[in-house]
């Protein structure tokens, strides 16, 4: 499965990353794999012994260890007991007054209220090819974490009417434990500029340390690779690479 693209600040590209125009354009170069880690907790897992030889469990398939012709009954590891993740985020980025005198707040969230007609008209809006309304549908329902950007306008009349629009999003797919890979970045063109896709990708990267993932990836297009730079990503970590496969038929 090819990785779902974005684009981010100044360029109209496909990749995960935040775009900047409703244009289109096929990219012929692998986007740049790029990661962030928790370095303390990663050296705190690679320190601590394994309690367990490898392949010890293989012995234990039947729930017995034999030694010098004798069966000792084993216990299996006990469960790990249930964490119980936050709950999902509501945040307001900006509050400012329009000009007809309505007021506009732009309202982050991480409890993943995604209208997916909503989301395929914003995809419209920055350039991306139309994908099958029932595939969004499961990428959404099958990721880890759902992060969007609404626009919520109120109107300065009596009637105090409120238009809620879809402005951006972001997801992340993850093991739940260890790691997680962001993806499909992207943000309203005419809401581009004012910092908003920054602030997505902060707020997505925190909600994932939160939850205790210290491995975060996502793939990058060369021209945003100074962007993700500067929220923390690197490019090959002690020489880690990022493979692809793809059918060559």
């Not at 790029?34 to 012994?49: I, L």
């Not at 409890?111 to 909503?118: F, P, S, T």
Request: net charge neutral.
């Amino acid at each position: 499965m090819a990785p779902a693209f974005a684009a981010a600040p100044s360029f109209s590209v496909c990749g995960v990353r935040i775009p900047t125009a409703c244009r289109f354009e096929a990219q012929s170069t692998v986007p740049t794999p790029m990661f962030m880690r928790n370095r303390v907790a990663a050296k705190t897992r690679s320190a601590a012994p394994w309690s367990l030889k490898a392949g010890l469990w293989d012995s234990l398939r039947s729930g017995f260890l034999k030694n010098n012709n004798s069966t000792e009954t084993v216990e299996p590891p006990p469960a790990p007991l249930e964490i119980e993740e936050p709950l999902p985020q509501e945040l307001v980025l900006l509050e400012r007054t329009l000009p007809d005198g309505s007021t506009e707040q732009i309202l982050f969230s991480s409890a993943g209220d995604v209208d997916i007609y909503d989301l395929q008209a914003l995809c419209d809006k920055v350039g991306w090819p139309r994908r099958p309304l029932s595939k969004i549908a499961a990428s959404l329902r099958n990721s880890y974490l759902v992060a969007t950007l609404h626009s919520i306008i109120r109107s300065s009349g009596t009637e105090r009417e409120e238009k809620k629009q879809l402005i951006g999003m972001a997801r992340a797919t993850s093991d739940h434990a260890f790691n997680a890979t962001i993806w499909d970045v992207l943000v309203d063109p005419s809401y581009q500029g004012q910092g908003l896709g920054k602030a997505l990708m902060e707020k997505v990267i925190r909600t994932l340390l939160q939850r205790d993932i210290n491995n975060i990836t996502l793939f990058a297009d060369n021209k945003v690779v100074d962007f993700y730079k500067n929220l923390g990503f690197e490019v090959d970590p002690q020489g880690i690479k990022g493979m692809f496969w793809y059918p060559r038929f």
